[in-house]
């Protein structure tokens, strides 16, 4: 493994976005409302789109029974598992919408459920979820149909019942297996838990088990994460998304429940993550891409490695670029040249619905300069490299001309070990993969104009 120094990474251990989108969501505008996206939808179903590419979908269900203080979703916490019909009844009347402008039986090869805590439908919900997205959709054979699961929610019962439902890919959320941080960050679930779980998973058939985890967290240390980190390879899921803690409590109402002083120093921090990335790759992982590892013969990595990996805003993806269809509170959507996100409150998401429109409360129309560096920064964060060639040939420019600023900026990465030049190609080092987030920033147009980067999340 190439060794990543302590100076790089405290270097890059500034704020920036985690591209699941250019332009990203900071940059939707109110002025994009549910006219622009029905335009959208209406020139996909009458287009050749409609017979290419299958859709992916995203369902957000935003209940959880208690609050985890570091979260950062858009969320309910309520014990009142009555909520959850109205809801379901809200997301029945938003796909209707759908398919008055998209067409009945549009195909769908990707469908993610996440949260929230998706697992606060009770079975039989869910089943009504599942049954009502394929009276209106053809979910394909072969397709990643996902859901997170908070592990303190189910059984092994209920696994199979998420299999039976046609799920076949699971994320548990675990963050940290220490019981003192996870006192800190009131979300308690003991390890034993976990690893039946995964157990039950595999024994099930699931084809793919990630489990998420945390780092800079309250209480953590740098000895405690290692014995997370050793019980994460022992328990050996096929996928590992590790994620830095962002403290934005000015931004996110449950972190002010957190105590600032409990926080790892920023010395700790990135000792953590270099302990993560060697324990990783002793196990055998390999390193997907900006927090995202997966086992040499997880579909994920078999896509990295063959050049068709893909990026979306539920993060890396083997399914191709396709539009995204977004459901439920704060949903995002990606349709054509065109991102769209939903209302933000329950309240406002239902009065939309109550009007007869769909709840679209902001989004964007993008630019052919966006679609451009949405080209180069996509494959910079998938492929690890960009090839001036096929960049010109697809968006019609001199790609040194076009980006002689951009290509200088980079030099100073070449200097790094962190990329490689050369008058056809920009590539990506093993050591800069670690770092892809700041290298793809170097083509962000609105961050070079825009300093305030507070907003995001570290990008290491």
Known sequence: MTTVTRELLERFDVPGPRYTSYPTADRFVEAFGARDYELALEQRRSGPAALALP???????????????????????????????????????????????????????????????????????????????????SL??????????????????????LARLGFNRLSFGVQDFDPTVQKAVHRVQPAEQVFALVAAARRIGFESVNVDLIYGLPKQTPESFDRTLAQVTELRPDRIALYAYAHLPERFKPQRRIIAIDLPGAGHKVSMLARALASFDEAGYVYVGMDHFALPEDALAV??????????FQGYSTQPDCDLIGLGVS??????????????????YEDLLDQGQ??????????????????????????????????????????????????????????????????TAIRVTQMGWFFVRGVAMVFDKYLQADRNRARFSKII
């Open 55 to 137: 859709l992916s979908i995203y369902v957000h269900i935003p209940f959880c029974e208690s609050l985890c203080y570091y979260c950062a979703c858009n969320k309910i916490i309520t014990k009142h598992h009555e909520r959850s019909a109205p809801y379901l009844q809200l997301l029945s009347r938003e796909v209707d919408l759908h398919v008055r402008h998209l067409g009945r039986g549009a195909s769908v090869s990707q469908l993610h459920l996440g949260g929230g805590t998706p697992t606060f439908f009770n079975d039989e919900e869910l089943a009504e979820l599942m049954a009502m997205l394929r009276r209106n959709f």
């Open 140 to 161: 394909v054979p072969g397709g990643e149909y996902s859901i997170e699961v908070d592990p303190r929610t189910v059984d092994e019962t209920r696994l199979e019942t």
């Open 303 to 312: 896509a990295k490695r063959q050049g068709r990996l893909h990026r979306n």
């Open 331 to 348: 949903a995002i959507g990606k349709v054509g040249a065109t991102y769209s996100q939903n209302a933000k409150t329950l309240e406002d």
């Open 358 to 423: 769909l709840p679209i409360v902001r989004g964007l129309g993008v630019s052919r300069d966006d679609l451009l560096r949405r080209a180069v920064i996509m494959a910079l964060m998938c492929q690890g490299e960009v090839l001036f060639e096929s960049i010109e040939s697809a968006h019609l420019i001199d790609f040194r001309s076009y980006f002689g600023a951009e290509l200088e900026r980079l030099e100073v990465m070449q200097d790094d070990g962190l990329v490689e030049l050369s008058d």
